[in-house]
Nanobody, 124 residues
């Protein structure tokens, strides 16, 4: 059973940065077999896609509101996915979830695996 554990959330002021991490474990297949992504859910809103990275790490996707500010990356040796968030805005406040699936398309629309989430709060 694939397990995803997020870390790195916290309280920051607008304009500052945070880096989220997602440690992947419990899988019997290669890390290159799964695409990874990040979603977020703000209070009173539906969960939304934020960013995704392909199995090989050579393709990324972002929702429009974070393009140019957020960067997704992965370290295969550490089996970890990162979300570098720069220029944070109060609208970025949400619980951020790590997700995984076997294709980048699937991870952006219907992930197979989810983490428990980490809170990010951006004050103005």
């Amino acid at each position: 059973q694939v397990q995803l554990v997020e870390s790195g959330g916290g309280l920051v002021q607008a304009g500052h940065s945070l880096r989220l991490s997602c440690a992947v474990s419990g899988h019997t297949f290669s890390s290159y077999a799964i695409a990874m992504g990040w979603f977020r859910q703000a209070p009173g809103k539906e969960r939304e896609f934020v960013a995704a990275i392909s199995r090989a790490g050579d393709s990324t996707r972002y929702t429009d509101s974070v393009k140019g500010r957020f960067t997704i990356s992965r370290d295969y040796a550490k089996d970890t996915v990162y979300l570098q968030m720069n220029g944070l805005k109060p609208d970025d406040t949400a619980v951020y979830y790590c997700a995984a699936a076997f294709t980048i398309t699937a991870v952006t629309t219907a992930p197979h695996y989810w983490g428990q989430g980490t809170q990010v709060t951006v004050s103005s």
